[in-house]
């Protein structure tokens, strides 16, 4: 299927309501979105991006909405123009974050921060501005362009916007829970707001215990809390010798439950991480797999 999203996550990134969107598709068919065998509705990119131009055709035109859906109707058959090459506005933000980190401004970083919230959905300005200028600041200091001072502001400030997107992006009532912490010796915890953006989108919500977390200390919040799953962050090894013993406490504690791990020193630790029992996710877009299983697991539960 090319469709990525659940209707609540389309409503999340559009600021249209679920009953509305299904009343578009009903008495205008836009946007059309394909469907699962359970019948839900799957929206794609393209789906999005239709819905996204019918609501500023009736919010900001005062087109009425069936004049919007047919005006974006005869849009999308029109013969596609040739592409505009121009710089990316997602690089330009990335940069300008970097930049004004780099010159120790405070609240230059902070303005900037502002525009980039509002460029997309939580999910989308976490993967594409916010996590990239993290790593670009972490790498520029290793390479010793960027101060100590420097990194920690502008890590300082992108954290407490993700901290903030992932409190917004919760959803309510009784969403199954997905736990996040770093392992014992792990102290990079802001990997795991971009992640918990991610499944909050999916509709999960999402607890950050925050770094160097025990097993022990995991073992009696998955008891307490009984999470639908649990996801840990490993950009570094744990101290020689300890790897065997941390993966062992970590996969009793979690229990049966699907526990992921994600980070840079996954490529290099894969195949003792999934012998332990661990689901590896390098990356964001591996988290799709995880994804889909969880759907099937809801779909045998119904």
Not at 69 to 98: F, Y
Not at 191 to 209: D, H, I, K, N, S
Not at 217 to 244: K, S
């Amino acid at each position: 299927m090319s469709g990525r999203y659940r209707i609540n996550s389309v409503s999340e990134m559009t600021g249209v309501a679920p009953a509305t969107l299904r009343a578009w598709e009903r008495r205008y068919g836009v946007p059309r979105p394909e469907r699962t065998d359970a019948a839900y509705r799957i929206y794609s990119e393209d789906d999005v991006a239709l819905v996204r131009r019918l609501q500023r055709l009736v919010d900001e035109e005062g087109l009425a909405p069936s004049q919007a859906a047919a005006q974006v109707l005869s849009e999308a058959d029109a013969p596609e123009a040739s592409p505009v090459t121009g710089p990316d506005p997602w690089q330009i933000a990335r940069g300008a974050l970097v930049d004004a980190a780099a010159q120790l401004n405070g609240p230059l970083l902070r303005e900037r921060l502002a525009r980039a919230l509002v460029m997309g959905s939580g999910a989308e300005v976490a993967n594409r501005i916010l996590a990239p200028a993290l790593r670009e600041l972490g790498e520029r200091w290793h390479r010793g362009e960027l101060s100590i001072a420097a990194e920690h502001l502008g890590s300082e400030a992108i954290g407490n916007a993700l901290r903030e997107l992932l409190r917004l992006a919760q959803p309510g009532g009784r969403a199954p829970l997905a736990l996040l912490a770093c392992f014992e010796h792990e102290d990079h915890v802001l990997p795991l707001y971009v992640v918990g953006l991610e499944l909050a989108r999916w509709g999960r919500r999402v607890e950050v215990l925050g770094a160097r977390l025990p097993a022990g200390e995991l073992r009696e919040a998955v008891h307490r809390l009984d999470p639908e799953l649990v996801a840990l962050t490993l950009t570094r090894p744990p101290p020689e010798g300890r790897l065997e013993a941390i993966l062992a406490a970590t996969a009793g504690a979690v229990g049966a439950r699907p526990w992921l791990v994600g980070g840079r020193a996954t490529t290099t630790l894969r195949e003792v991480l999934e012998e332990a029992g661990a689901i590896v996710v390098p990356d964001l877009a591996s988290l799709e797999s995880v994804r889909a299983r969880l759907t099937k697991l809801e779909e045998i539960e119904r």
